[in-house]
């Protein structure tokens, strides 16, 4: 009798459990997928297809009117050889990304060590610092810097009164660059809020056994600080790059769309933005995304690569 | 560490108050400056406070462009935002919940491929999707705005898988002895215990819109139905008139939408960028 229960186990083992497994996965497929099927249709129409029709276009001359007509690789030919405004854009926005991410995230850095104390004013100076962040993507703010470094705004006020002799902002090329590239360090709020938090996981016993180590602020600071804080400063690096590429709203604005003064300000997106829906060279335009694509995922991977050079991951996985 | 106001305490307090004065100054010159006459604001740039307030400014700017007073695109701009607000809310914690819980072939593969989507540049996909709009006779409508909400957004999406995550499985295997299905678990365990990511999704989801441009921009051509950002563009191309006055108060008019959330939901604001690393 015994022998028969456990016989009918094992078959029962054998050949019911396995179905309903499968069954079981068959659904659990089912339903994983119906949830994210959003994502799923959402990528297919709005990422893959336009990325693929994307790189059809790059190829061809398109002014949405008439149908596309391929052309080869004269787009991308004509971008580095015939078009000094591309080199030109190209050139603007490297010393906008270069300069204004580590200016950025420097600056964000040093207030997030400032702020880094148990003094009650925190929350507020946390709070006041966040604001420019807050409203610094809106045409509002573009407008207003427009106007503070205008010939007779605050800024040359302020240098008129420290006896530094006043710039013409909108009259010289690199004025103009370095007045955006003022106001993306000026939004250095969101970053610092990271960093804070990063600085708030670090055990304050790290920096007790340093101090009775005997060592000081700054060999804390780089020994302690910068490692520890190397994975967010890593995100931080990777996102603020891209974004940086990206912006398009400061310039459009402040150039009053041009991109001007001589071409100063033509960040690489209000460029694409001229290209495609100004002079309707589609085909162009496209090329220009695809170069911007490869330069982004370039610099993405550079930037992960080298990063196990310097950033320190806690061996138990931190948080 | 610095409870006797020591010299140090003064050096610190006034390094870094100052410093947070002197980021904010250009914010409060322009309220100041929306409450003086167009002709003195730069003129009297060197004073902070108007000699005489005035408030026609407002009544001028509100007067809008082209016949189109400065309500209609508030109006305008809070249609799109509450439409995409509701689509990314409702999209982006539904597929983050399927991330986050549910188990499927290829759900590394397709979370890998919203993670590539979150760092691809849009201005890669914004000629095709014009196209396809236009083909689409989507042209001068919402559409264009509004409909990809629908579809999840990966900053959202991934800011909630993170959330979800930090959720105990033992509630999910507790409802499902309970005889939960998978959407009931969705909506009555994991949706009550993650909203206060969804406000913060929230409240990103209208920061990005209200500020939008070149979205607008593209896709909005007649002025009845512009957003408050193409409407200052428009009061800056129209600055020849040199009426400062009007744009700078309009522009304290849209952000103090902007003011005003953060500093009801400064908490939801604060958590989700330090978490997250949402850029803001």
Request: aromatic residues 16%; contains cysteine; proline residues 5%.
């Amino acid at each position: 009798m015994s022998t028969r229960v456990v016989k009918e186990n094992v078959e029962a083992n054998i050949t019911i459990r396995p179905v309903s497994k499968r069954s079981r996965a068959i659904k659990e497929n089912l339903t994983g997928y119906a949830f994210i099927s959003p994502f799923v249709i959402g990528f297919l129409a709005f990422t893959l297809i336009p990325i693929v029709m994307s790189l059809y276009l790059s190829f061809t001359n398109y002014n949405l009117f008439a149908a596309p007509k391929w052309i080869g690789l004269d787009n991308y030919v004509k971008m580095f050889t015939a078009d000094p405004r591309y080199w030109q854009s190209l050139k603007v926005t490297i010393i906008y990304v270069f300069a204004g991410v580590p200016f950025r995230l420097i600056v964000a850095l040093l207030i997030a060590i400032l702020l880094n104390t148990a003094s009650k004013a925190v929350g507020l100076y946390r709070t006041l610092f966040y604001l420019p962040s807050l409203i610094g993507g809106s045409v509002a703010v573009a407008i207003m810097w427009r106007n503070v470094f205008g010939d007779q705004g605050i800024v040359n006020i302020v240098l008129d009164m420290l006896g530094i002799p006043v710039v013409r902002w909108f009259g010289n090329p690199t004025a103009a660059l370095w007045m955006l590239i003022f106001l993306a360090a000026w939004q250095f709020g969101s970053s610092m809020l990271i960093f804070l938090a990063g600085l708030k996981g670090i055990p304050k016993s790290y920096y007790e056994a340093a101090s009775v180590d005997g060592a000081n602020g700054l060999q804390q600071f780089f020994k302690i600080t910068l490692p520890m804080l190397s994975p967010v400063i890593l995100f931080n690096t990777v996102m603020q790059t891209i974004s940086a590429f990206m912006t398009f709203v400061p310039a459009f604005i402040i150039s009053k769309g041009t991109g001007g003064p001589l071409d100063g300000t033509l960040l690489y997106s209000l460029y694409l933005y001229l290209q495609g829906f100004e002079f309707f060279n589609m085909g162009y335009a496209s090329a220009m995304a695809w170069i911007m694509l490869i330069i982004v995922g370039i610099l993405t991977l550079i930037i992960f690569a080298t990063s196990k050079f310097w950033v320190h991951y806690e061996s138990e996985g931190g948080r | 560490m610095m409870k006797l106001k020591s010299p140090k305490w003064w050096l610190y307090h006034l390094l870094v108050g100052g410093f947070a004065i002197l980021m904010l100054y250009p914010v409060i010159w322009l309220l100041m400056s929306s409450f003086k006459p167009s002709d003195t604001i730069f003129v009297t740039a060197k004073s902070l406070i108007p000699d005489n307030w005035i408030w026609t400014n407002y009544a001028e700017g509100w007067k809008g462009i082209g016949g189109n007073s400065f309500g209609v695109f508030i109006r305008n701009t809070a249609i799109i935002v509450v439409i995409t607000l509701i689509g990314q809310v409702i999209s982006s914690s539904l597929i983050a919940f399927g991330f986050a819980r549910l188990n499927f072939k290829g759900r590394g593969f397709w979370f890998a491929l919203m993670m590539v989507t979150l760092m691809l540049p849009g201005e890669v996909v914004m000629v095709p999707q014009y196209i396809v709009f236009s083909k689409l006779d989507w042209l001068n409508s919402i559409k264009p705005l509004t409909v990809p909400a629908y579809f999840g957004t990966p900053f959202f999406i991934f800011l909630l898988v993170q959330f979800i995550r930090t959720i105990p499985r033992e509630l999910d295997e507790a409802a499902i002895i309970d005889g939960c299905g998978t959407f009931k678990i969705f909506s009555k365990i994991i949706l009550p215990l993650i909203t206060p990511s969804l406000a913060t999704v929230a409240i990103f989801s209208f920061y990005w819109t209200w500020d939008a441009l070149l979205g607008p921009v593209l896709y909005l051509n007649s002025p009845s139905k512009y957003t408050v950002s193409m409407a200052l563009n428009m009061f800056l191309s129209n600055e020849t008139v040199s009426n400062w006055g009007a744009m700078f108060a309009m522009s304290i008019v849209t952000l103090i939408p902007v003011f005003l959330i953060f500093f009801i939901f400064q908490r939801y604001v604060v958590e989700g960028i330090s978490t997250s690393g949402l850029k803001g």
